[in-house]
């Protein structure tokens, strides 16, 4: 198991490196950031002051260098817009878009799992029906619009829940529930793929016929083997939470990371956006790499292989 973790390991950091130079390359790809700081209106001379001032006229490898050093020790310097330590701007916002994350892949995998379960024991049954059409529904509608109904239902015409804010953990039900929906048809459709294959398989024929009970033989037997692709999936869908609820965010007035993220590329705040698309990068490759070391825990054959 060591070695399998150990290879992945370093896999993650030379994926880490390789994203960390493509995030800080796309910046100037883009355009002239001096130019774009200095603003429309702004002389030749004006953007030249900037380019010295900030050291955009030095080389870009040795700005990455200098960047990435300094990254790696938690420094992602200041803000150009809110003139605030980047680290710390995003440290005060994430808290709320690991929240929402956390509370939303939970929701879609309690929500997703036992559904896909109940499908594939029963198929064509009204329990498959209801799974295949909250599935299609999840796909056809658009997160923002499945926020709005929600808060004119709930919030505006019941006065069950509060429309916007972060302020308790009521104003967290409706984000959590628009987020995690998005996830659910994928992770639904992938159980129910999973356990209808495993289910006809002979092990469990042979579990059935050795006089295991019906839940151990779901449970124990079909379920892990049929979970270890959505382990991977919930995984990226984890990382696509973090980095994608700017939606959600928006509709509900939570100021998490991804809004500030939406606030920092209006405004031209390069090391904001830069330090974003670091962090949200890193949630990708830190989930992976923990989906793929609990993948080889549920089926040794990967740690071989």
């Known amino acids: 198991m060591l070695p399998f973790i150990l290879k992945r390991l370093g896999l993650a950091l030379l994926v880490a490196l ?3 130079f493509i995030s800080f390359s796309l910046l100037f790809l883009s355009g002239d950031p001096a130019a774009a700081l200095a603003g429309e209106t702004a002389s030749g001379e004006d ?26 020790q938690g420094d992602f310097g200041e803000s150009y817009y809110f003139k605030l330590p980047v680290a710390s701007l995003i440290a005060e916002r994430l808290q ?4 929402l994350g956390v509370c939303g892949i939970l929701f879609a995998l309690l929500t997703a799992v036992p559904l896909g379960v109940a499908a594939a024991i029963r198929p064509n049954s009204l329990i498959d029906r209801v799974a295949l059409f909250l599935s299609v529904a999840g796909q056809a509608m658009p997160s923002f619009w499945f926020g709005l109904i929600l808060i004119v239902v709930f919030a505006i015409q019941l006065g069950w829940l509060p429309p916007s804010g972060a302020a308790t953990w009521r104003h967290f039900i409706m984000p959590t529930i628009v987020l995690g929906y998005y996830a659910m048809p994928a992770i639904m459709r992938l159980t129910r793929a999973g356990m209808l294959d495993v289910l006809n398989s002979d092990f469990i024929r042979t579990a059935r016929a050795k006089g295991a009970g019906e839940g151990r033989v779901l449970f124990k037997h079909a379920l ?5 692709p959505v382990v991977s999936l ?10 994608g609820s700017i939606v959600v965010e928006s509709v509900f007035a939570l100021h998490g990371a ?5 606030e920092s590329i209006a405004r031209n705040d390069l090391p904001t956006v830069q330090a974003l698309i670091l962090v949200f990068s890193m949630f990708y490759i830190v989930f992976t790499f923990l989906a793929d070391v609990l993948n080889a825990w549920l089926d040794p054959r990967m ?3």
């Open 18 to 20: 390789t994203v960390s």
């Open 47 to 72: 953007v030249e002051a900037i380019r010295r001032l900030y050291g955009f006229d030095r080389p870009m490898l040795v700005q990455y260098g200098e960047w990435l050093f300094s990254a790696v």
């Open 96 to 99: 709320v878009t690991m929240l």
């Open 224 to 228: 892990r083997n049929a979970i270890i």
């Open 234 to 243: 919930a995984a990226v869908q984890m990382g696509f939470m973090l980095g």
């Open 258 to 262: 991804g809004f500030l993220a939406w």
């Open 303 to 305: 740690r071989s292989s």
